[in-house]
T-cell receptor, first 114, second 112 residues
Framework: DQQVKQNSPSLSVQEGRISILNCDYT??????FLWYKKYPAEGPTFLIS?????DKNEDGRFTVFLNKSAKHLSLHIVPSQPGDSAVYFC?????????????FGTGTRLTVIP | NAGVTQTPKFRVLKTGQSMTLLCAQD?????MYWYRQDPGMGLRLIHY???????AKGEVPDGYNVSRLKKQNFLLGLESAAPSQTSVYFC???????????FGQGTRLTVV
């Protein structure tokens, strides 16, 4: 059963506009949420995270919003740039041994059109 | 600043053959992980290690073995490859005090 879900496989946005990527989760035990960005033939790279005690975290053009009551988070990219075109994964760590395995969503492919 | 390095980047195996994927990290991270990524699915954890000499099963461990004889290296072995193991494999490492994991560039494995 998928604990972290990204229901939109793809998203296209014009350069300069806002990109909004969505993620839903089912496990209320998650304490943190992370967003990773992945280019073709490369490994995922960490983008931004948010603690479950916050509802917003901002880093430059990237802002993550968390709605715990809805078990939903979103990543906003403003303004979107062609270099942002990539697959974005939402992930959440959970583990009893401290290893905190990351549970990943299936990813959303963002295309920013120049 | 190499980070996490995976060897090899590509490999084609015949069914029944064996191979070992090597992951090396130079960040002195305690935790290391092996994931596989398949089309339409997120990354799924195969095995992980919380320190030198320790390993544990993840979500999809069947058909794989791992070893962590040195802190900086985490090996993933396939004893008898099957077509279902065709996938992209990612190694990751994480500092115990941090949440984010760092990933290698991936190994694309095809089993024919």
């Amino acid at each position: 059963d998928q604990q972290v879900k990204q229901n939109s496989p793809s998203l296209s946005v014009q350069e300069g506009r806002i990109s909004i990527l969505n993620c839903d989760y089912t496990n209320s035990m998650f304490d943190y949420f992370l967003w990773y960005k992945k280019y073709p033939a490369e490994g995922p790279t960490f983008l931004i995270s948010i603690s479950s005690i916050k509802d917003k975290n901002e880093d430059g053009r990237f802002t993550v919003f968390l709605n715990k009551s809805a078990k939903h988070l979103s990543l906003h990219i403003v303004p979107s740039q062609p270099g942002d075109s990539a697959v974005y994964f939402c992930a959440a760590p959970l583990g009893q041994t401290g290893a905190n395995n990351l549970f990943f969503g299936t990813g959303t492919r963002l295309t920013v059109i120049p | 600043n190499a980070g996490v390095t995976q060897t090899p980047k590509f490999r084609v195996l015949k069914t029944g053959q064996s191979m070992t994927l090597l992951c090396a990290q130079d960040m002195n991270h305690e935790y290391m992980y092996w994931y596989r990524q398949d089309p339409g699915m997120g990354l799924r954890l195969i095995h992980y290690s919380v320190g030198e000499g320790t390993t544990a099963k993840g979500e999809v461990p069947d058909g794989y073995n791992v070893s962590r004889l040195k802190k900086q290296n985490f090996l993933l072995g396939l004893e008898s490859a099957a077509p279902s193991q065709t996938s992209v494999y990612f190694c990751a490492s994480r500092d115990a005090a941090r949440i984010e994991a760092f990933f290698g560039q991936g190994t694309r494995l095809t089993v024919v």
